[in-house]
């Protein structure tokens, strides 16, 4: 690079538009001399949009000359945040590109998770960028009627791999929602493929939903753990996210406790879990994948210290929402399952299923699921959401919760 002029081209992109910029001249190193740069900018981005305004002078810059720069550095960028990623560097080796756009495959969009990380990421790409990949499309268009025209909708299902590479077509960063099952082996099954096709189509970067669940107890985590395994050995870049316990499932914390009728609510053992709001982690994990953060790094979305809560204590929670007495028992795993499974159980539901969940119950007693850390609200900028408050609007539909994580 020495013997070329040293003119930098960047393009900051965000919320307002992208806005191209080049002339500077970087002397030493280029990525420093970039962050140095960009810190200097982000003022200006983030300020008034008069005639004289640095922002005005920005985009200025001539795309004719961009494309003839030897040195072409796409910067993606949130307004107001001093967090920025250099997506491409290109040397006078490569050929130089004027604005190279990061191409990230959402999936999930039309879940509880992955829809509020496509809610949140779309302020902070263009949505050109955005690609999202469902089993059914169609279901896609529905959730999302007001979708920008930009974002491409594709075919990919997890479980028909024939589905994925033209699903990974041309994609960068390919966000990975766990598939919603409770069977191991078919579970690492869906991710495996997800990681294979991935890995054949190019793809630089794989982000994994996994769980805030520690190694080894809970079945729920054993996929995870698989899972997280697998794509750490793949030699693709990877983050792998374990989500926070998100509070909309707290039913399945209390003996499947159903709000319009259960007085009494057993668990095989008690613990402290630090609870999420799922909106919440799903708009931390959309500036995480696209900021390009925590790169071949785990990184764990707790909620914070004042949002932990036993099982105990959220069922008194709840018995002071309902204004109503409901009984807590921690009766031991045999006790657990008979309760659920067996013949006066109702529903009684599978007593396989049952004592599988119950391992969950051992992690939580461990302290697995009370892990802290400030990730999440770093990320949100923010003290994340007040459980007990949000726990007083949801304990009206716990048939819900119910029913979408009986899968
Ligand atoms: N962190 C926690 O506390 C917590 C709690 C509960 C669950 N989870 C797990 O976290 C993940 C996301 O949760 P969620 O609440 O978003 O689940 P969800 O509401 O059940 O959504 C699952 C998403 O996966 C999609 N999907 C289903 N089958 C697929 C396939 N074969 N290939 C590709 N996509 C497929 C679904 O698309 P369609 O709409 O087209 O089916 C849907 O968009 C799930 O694995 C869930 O088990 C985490």
Redesign the pocket.
Known sequence: MSSHPRNTYISFRSNRGIFPYCGTSIQADPLSALVQMCEEQISCLDGPTNDDSPMNRLTDASATEMVHGPLCISSLMNIGTPIWHVSHLFTPAHTPTFIDMTRILL?????????EVLRYILPLIAPSDLVI????PA??RE?WPNLPAEVEIRE?????PETLPSALAGIDVFFI??????AHEV?VR?HTH?IDAAKAANVKRVIY?S??FGEGVADVMKPHIDTEAYLRNSGVEYTIIR????I??FP?YLGFFDSTRDTDVYVPADGPVSW?D?AE?GEATAHIVAKGLYVNETVLLSGSASNVLSLSQLTEHCASVLKRPINFHVVGQDRYVEHYSGPAAQPPRDAKFVRSWGTAYIAVERGECAILTPVLEELLGRPSREIKEYVSQLVGGTEGALA??A?
Do not use: C, H, N, W
Request: net charge positive; glycine share 14%; aromatic share 10%.
């Open positions: 999936t999930g969009s039309t879940g509880g998770l992955g829809s990949a469902s089993p059914t279901r896609v959730a990919g299902d997890y479980m028909r929602i766990s598939y919603p099952s409770i579970r869906a997800a939903t769980i805030a989500e926070g316990l998100y909309e499932a399945f999420v799922r982690v979408q994580y899968k």
